[in-house]
Structures are given as structure tokens and as C-alpha cells.
């Protein structure tokens, strides 16, 4: 269905050579590469469309406006919201989750309060609530894992009590692959009407996501892990949320007046987007989305499902080889360990031969500890990953194998 060929072809980077060696890019959930549109976009907008927004009378200004708050009705559009002003542009996944992590217990939480997140969280997700409980007196409590690389769902519902105010918690682990049942959880959420913020960094570029349908109350993305640029992402909250929580940064843009004694704040969503944004890049993000749009997602999920099958039926057949993550529902991820061959060993290897995988912690250190292992070597696939791909990184395991 799709023309992986042609798709490569849009990647210029995947043509270059590492080592002397074709690159083979398997580190996607760190970073996807880049489109020419999503480069042509950044680049015709510094060309042609660049001045500073919302303030300028004069046309390059009105036009630069124009394009940005177009890009934040297609960030609308692709996830589903009802509202553009539901959309708040952030740095990325760890700025979004900074923010709600800041609003939300300044205006919700108590010493005392209890939030839930999980074991298999990105440090981006558990940092800032540790800095927000140290400053207020508030528990955090965490759903653990099964063997399977699933969350225990008996522990999740038995770990709700009357002080429980927030879960948190990743759509898809980055380093187990997991697609959590977010449905279930947020459905028990709500029934013990508690709100949820939903990670979707590893989720986007592989699953439709509807947050009205989710009916989730935070949803937060980083643009360049779904082929847009860096320095840019988002943070999707419903609008009665958003008008309740106070502003994370003060500074221009984020106000509707200021005197010496008293500012008040401009509406949504502007009232979370102090300074200057990147109205360059958030350009870039939509052409991303459009790229993507075009190609289809369900159509990307699918033949990312091929590859991800296709490598764990040949890794599986090394002796000695363990997979962490072996959930029924998973996307493009596969974390693994060879032997006892350390997994920078085994990363710096295959480099050599051209092949960029990603090893140690993956930024989920308290995984690592509950796994009871160090790290591993994660390969993760995009749509423009191949088959032979594969065998190349097989071939390299095969060989870094026989070196120990
Ligand atoms: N959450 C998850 C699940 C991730 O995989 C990542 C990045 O790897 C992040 C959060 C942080 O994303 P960013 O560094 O783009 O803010």
C-alpha cells in the first residue's frame, strides 16, 4: 500500500552513509528524521514569512500570525480537539508536562494529595511531579509492571484512594513498546472523577488519537518524534481545565494588561504561551502533520506492525537473546539484551557497520530498576525503516555475538 521507496526518497538523510556504510536509522523513538516538506517549510519561512506574530500591523507580521495559528487549527484537526484554543504550544512532551505539572498543583493539589503514575514513565514524567510533591507535601504512588511489560491493572484501581487528584501516565512506553489500555484507565478515572494527563511522545506517530473520544483531560506530544521539527510540541487540555489552572511563565503574549501593581492574563491559549513561540517551527509541525495525513496513519501503523514482527521473529531466534516488552498490543519498539553483552558494547558495534540503535536507560531509570537490569539496546522503526533493514541489524547482532 505504501511506496516505501518513494518514502525513503523524501528522507535525504537516509541516503548518507556512516562508517563508510549505508546508515540504517533505528533510533526513531528518540527522533524521526525529517521530510523535505517539513525542511522546505522552515526554510520558506524564514525566507518569505518571518516576522514577529500577533502584535505587527504590517503584513509579513499578519501573515507569519496567520500561518502559525493556521498550524494550530491542523494540530486541532489531527488530534481531534474541539477547540484551537485547546491547543497550547510548548517546547515539547517534557515542557507540557512541566506546565501542567506546575498549574495544576498550584491549583489543585494539597499536602496530603495523592497522584498516580507509572513505573514504565519517561524521566519527563516523573521528574516534575517529584519536584511539585517536594514542594507541597504530595504523594506519589506508581503502577507497576508485569513480566509482560504490561501495567498491573488490579494494582492500578486498588491504588485510587479519596486523596487521589491526578494520574499520569504514558500512552506507549519508549522503551517497552506497550500501548497501555488508556481507555480502560481513563474510564476508571473518571468513574472515581479524577482527571488524567496522558503522555503521548511515542504515541502519535503510530496511533490515531482522538482526545474527544479519549474524553481525556491532558494529552502532550513532541513534534519531532512524528517527523517535525525539534523545539516544538504540545499540550492538548480540554478548555474548563485550561481556564482553571493559573499561567506556568509570565512574560509578553501572556498578558491582556499590565501595570505596575496588578497584570491580568490574556485568554486561552495564550495565556500558557509567554514569549515570542516558534512560529517557525510550528509551521514545520503542521507540514509534519500533513505529511503524515498523506500517507495515513493507519497505513504507517500497519506497516510499521510488519517490521516490528518481522525483526522479533529473527531476534528471537539468537540463543541467550531476552526482549523486554512483550505486550499483546505494541508499537515500533524492540528493547532487548544478548547474552551478557553490555548493551554499549553491542551499540557501539553496530555503529560500525552503519546501524544507529539506542542504548542504556532510555531516560526510565526506575524501569531499569524494576526490570532489574542496567539498560538495553532498543531498536525502534519508522515508516521508512525496511526489511532489509533488518537483516542488516541481524546480520550485525549475529556478528557482535560471535566477537564475545
Ligand atoms: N515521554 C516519552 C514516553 C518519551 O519517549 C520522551 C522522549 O523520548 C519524552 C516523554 C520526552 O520528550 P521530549 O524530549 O521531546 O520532551
Avoid at 16 to 23: A, E, F, I, R, Y
Avoid at 128 to 153: D, H, N, S, Y
Avoid at 159 to 186: A, C, D, K, Q, Y
Avoid at 290 to 297: D, I, M, P, T
Wanted: charged share 20%; hydrophobic share 40%.
Amino acid at each position: 500500500m505504501l511506496d516505501i521507496q518513494s518514502i525513503r526518497e523524501d528522507f535525504p538523510i537516509l541516503a548518507s552513509q556512516v562508517h563508510g556504510k549505508p546508515l540504517i536509522y533505528l533510533d526513531n523513538a528518540a527522533t524521526t528524521q525529517k521530510p523535505r516538506s517539513v525542511v522546505e517549510r522552515i526554510e520558506n519561512g524564514y525566507y518569505h514569512v518571518n516576522a514577529n506574530i500577533h502584535r505587527g500591523v504590517h503584513f509579513l507580521s499578519q501573515a507569519a500570525t496567520e500561518a502559525h495559528e493556521e498550524a494550530r487549527k491542523t494540530v486541532q484537526r489531527f488530534i481531534h480537539a474541539y477547540s484551537s484554543n485547546e491547543i497550547i504550544f510548548t517546547r515539547g512532551t517534557t515542557e507540557a508536562i512541566n506546565l501542567v505539572a506546575s498549574s495544576f498543583t498550584e491549583a489543585c493539589l494539597c499536602e496530603g494529595d495523592e497522584i498516580i503514575l507509572s513505573e514504565m514513565e519517561h524521566h519527563s514524567n516523573i521528574v516534575p511531579w517529584q519536584m511539585q510533591a517536594a514542594r507541597k507535601g504530595i504523594t506519589i504512588k506508581f503502577i507497576p509492571v508485569t513480566e509482560t511489560g504490561e501495567l498491573c491493572m488490579d494494582t492500578y484501581r486498588s491504588l485510587f484512594s479519596e486523596r487521589t487528584r491526578l494520574v499520569s501516565v504514558t500512552h506507549v512506553s519508549n522503551v517497552l513498546g506497550t500501548v497501555n489500555p488508556v481507555r480502560e484507565m481513563i474510564d476508571f478515572a473518571h468513574s472515581r472523577e479524577v482527571p488524567i494527563l496522558l503522555d503521548g511522545a511515542q504515541a502519535v506517530s503510530h496511533i490515531p488519537v482522538d482526545v474527544q473520544e479519549l474524553d481525556v483531560e491532558f494529552y502532550v506530544f513532541s513534534a519531532h518524534k512524528l517527523y517535525g521539527p525539534t523545539g516544538i510540541g504540545v499540550l492538548y487540555g480540554k478548555e474548563d481545565w485550561l481556564d482553571r489552572l493559573p499561567p506556568y511563565q509570565g512574560g509578553g503574549e501572556m498578558i491582556a494588561t499590565v501595570s505596575f501593581e496588578k497584570t491580568t492574563f490574556n485568554e486561552l491559549p495564550f495565556k500558557f504561551e509567554a514569549g515570542t513561540p516558534d512560529y517557525i517551527g510550528s509551521t514545520a509541525f503542521a507540514a509534519a502533520i500533513e505529511y503524515v495525513e498523506k500517507l495515513g496513519l493507519s497505513h504507517i501503523a500497519a506497516y510499521e506492525q510488519e517490521l516490528l514482527t518481522y525483526a522479533t521473529e529473527q531476534l528471537s531466534a539468537f540463543e541467550g537473546l531476552r526482549i523486554f516488552g512483550q505486550a499483546p498490543d505494541k508499537s515500533a519498539v524492540l528493547s532487548f539484551l544478548l547474552r551478557d553483552i553490555h548493551p554499549y558494547d553491542m551499540g557501539m558495534l553496530l555503529d560500525r557497520l552503519g546501524i544507529a540503535v539506542r542504548t542504556g536507560h532510555h531516560c526510565a531509570q526506575p524501569l531499569m530498576k524494576a526490570l532489574g537490569i542496567e539498560g538495553t539496546v532498543r531498536a525502534s522503526f519508522a515508516v521508512y525503516n525496511t526489511k532489509e533493514e533488518i537483516d542488516r541489524l541481524i546480520e550485525g547482532v549475529d556478528r557482535v555475538a560471535g566477537m564475545f
